[in-house]
C-alpha cells in the first residue's frame, strides 16, 4: 500500500460527459502528479500540482482540468468525454517538488461507451 | 522523442535465475532514474532508484546497474520468483518532476 489513494477505481460514462476523479495523497506529501496510462500511449504525466498550486502541465487535453484544494487532496475533471479519453488515470505523490521518488495510487480505469 | 526506452517488450526466465531487463536514455542531463513495477489493475509500486553519481545500487534481490557513457541502465533481480511477474518500467524525471517513462517490459517467472 502505497499511501495514495484514488477514488473510484472504475467509472464507465458515455461519450460528452464530464467525470471527476479523486486522489489523497500520502500523509506529508504536498505535490500531487496525474498520469494518464492507454493502451497506445503508455504512462503519460498530465500535470503535476505542489501546495495548492499548479507547477507542471505535460499533454493534458483543454477538456481536461485539475485542482488541489488545502487539505492537499486533489481531483482531475474530464469533460466531453471521447472514446479515446478511456484510460487508466493515476495518482502521485511525493514530499517536494522535483527529484524525488513518485508514490503511486492503484489508478482509476475510466471506460467511456 | 522517447526519451528513455525499453526495447524488449517482455522477458521470460526460471524460477531462481537472474533477471535482467534493459532500459536506454537519450537525455544526457538526466540525474537519477527509477524503476517501478507494476502488476494489472494496480498502480505502480517504486522498486529502486539509482542516481547518476552512481554505477550501481542494491537492494535486495534487485540492483540497478547504471552506464553513463552507453546512456544504459538494467535492473538485475536475483533469483528471480514466480510473484515477480509483473511490467516493469523505468522511469527519469525531466523538466524538473514529471516521470518519463518507459515502453515497459513484461517479466515472466516460469516456476
Known amino acids: 500500500d502505497s499511501g495514495v489513494t484514488q477514488t473510484p477505481k472504475h467509472l464507465i460514462t458515455a461519450t460528452g460527459q464530464r467525470v471527476t476523479l479523486r486522489c489523497s495523497p500520502r500523509?506529508?506529501?504536498?505535490?500531487v502528479y496525474w498520469y494518464q496510462q492507454s493502451l497506445d500511449q503508455g504512462l503519460q504525466f498530465l500535470i503535476q500540482y505542489y501546495n495548492g498550486e499548479e507547477r507542471a502541465k505535460g499533454n493534458i487535453l483543454e477538456r481536461f482540468s485539475a485542482q488541489q484544494f488545502p487539505d492537499l487532496h486533489s481531483e482531475l475533471n474530464l469533460s466531453s468525454l471521447e472514446l479515446g479519453d478511456s484510460a487508466l488515470y493515476f495518482c502521485?505523490?511525493?514530499?517536494?517538488?522535483?527529484?524525488?521518488?513518485?508514490?503511486f495510487g492503484p489508478g482509476t480505469r475510466l471506460l467511456v461507451l | 522523442d522517447q526519451q528513455v526506452k525499453q526495447n524488449s517488450p517482455s522477458l521470460s526466465v526460471q524460477e531462481g535465475r537472474i533477471s535482467i531487463l534493459n532500459c536506454d536514455y537519450t537525455n544526457s542531463m538526466f540525474d537519477y532514474f527509477l524503476w517501478y513495477k507494476k502488476y494489472p489493475a494496480e498502480g505502480p509500486t517504486f522498486l529502486i532508484s539509482?542516481?547518476?553519481?552512481?554505477d550501481k545500487n542494491e537492494d535486495g534481490r534487485f540492483t540497478v546497474f547504471l552506464n553513463k557513457s552507453a546512456k544504459h541502465l538494467s535492473l538485475h533481480i536475483v533469483p528471480s520468483q514466480p510473484g515477480d511477474s509483473a511490467v516493469y518500467f523505468c522511469a527519469a524525471p525531466t523538466s524538473g518532476s514529471r516521470l518519463t517513462f518507459g515502453e515497459g517490459t513484461q517479466l515472466t517467472v516460469n516456476p
Open positions: 500523509s506529508g506529501d504536498l505535490s
Open positions: 502521485a505523490s511525493s514530499p517536494g517538488l522535483a527529484g524525488e521518488t513518485q508514490y
Open positions: 539509482i542516481s547518476s553519481i552512481k
